[in-house]
């Protein structure tokens, strides 16, 4: 079965403090590994990662991934309050348009 | 541009009645789809669509039908509502050439059913 993993389900942390999430994967014929950010609404398009050990990089947020031991991370450096969401791993997987899964998310609260 | 539109924002509905659930997008994507979201699911495909006259069954199809005669109208219709239908649903669109890539999200429908 097909399965996107992503551990914690939540993290309590405090502002400045660094965090990782993680996004593992189970699928057949893996074409890409989507990040996403959902707040209140709808989710917003973090990262998409396709080779392995390229790290992508925007601002404080940063990820990269392991095609050979099937992970991908999420980092999230110098936190503020302003990170607290949901962080929502997608995988592309399959033939023609592909299918895409996702996992359960990570919900990252940030106090003050 | 608009992006990717949804109406209604939220919706009550009674066990058994109809409705529909608008998208819109204004990007010319070809791939579109529906999601929904319930507490501690993450999101799941319902059905999705790779050009106009096109559509497929995602994850959790059943207890939903879809259409798409143009490209930029994506509609899900409930045909008989169910309780276990009551989620928050989102539509999404994405240009073809990247398939399910960075896929645009639309607002989101609130829904419960009664």
């Known amino acids: 079965e097909d399965k996107v993993v992503q551990s914690p389900l939540s993290l309590v942390v405090h502002e400045g403090d660094t965090v990782t999430l993680n996004c593992s994967y189970e699928v057949t014929n893996f074409r890409s590994l989507l990040w996403y950010k959902q707040e209140k609404k709808a989710p917003t398009f973090l990262f998409m990662l396709t080779s392995s050990g390229i790290e992508k990089k925007s601002g404080r947020l940063s990820s990269i991934l392991d095609k050979k031991e099937l992970f991908s991370i999420l980092n999230i450096t110098a936190t503020q309050t302003g990170d607290s969401a949901i962080y929502l791993c997608a995988v592309v997987y399959g033939g023609s348009q592909g299918n895409l899964i996702f996992g359960k998310g990570t919900k990252l609260s940030v106090k003050p | 541009n608009a992006g990717v539109t949804q109406t209604p924002k939220f919706q009550v509905l009674k066990t058994g009645q109809s409705m529909t659930l608008q998208c819109a997008q204004d990007?010319?994507?070809?791939?579109m789809s529906w999601y929904r979201q319930d507490p501690g699911m993450g999101l799941r495909l319902i059905h999705y669509s790779v050009g106009a006259g096109i559509t497929d069954q995602g994850e959790v199809p059943n207890g939903y039908n879809v259409s798409r005669s143009t490209t930029e109208d994506f509609p899900l219709r409930l045909l008989s509502a169910a309780p276990s239908q009551t989620s928050v649903y989102f539509c999404?669109?994405?240009?073809?050439?990247?398939?399910?890539?960075?896929?645009?999200f639309g607002p989101g429908t609130r829904l419960t059913v009664l």
């Open positions: 990007m010319n994507h070809e791939y």
């Open positions: 999404a669109s994405s240009d073809r050439q990247g398939g399910h890539n960075e896929q645009f």
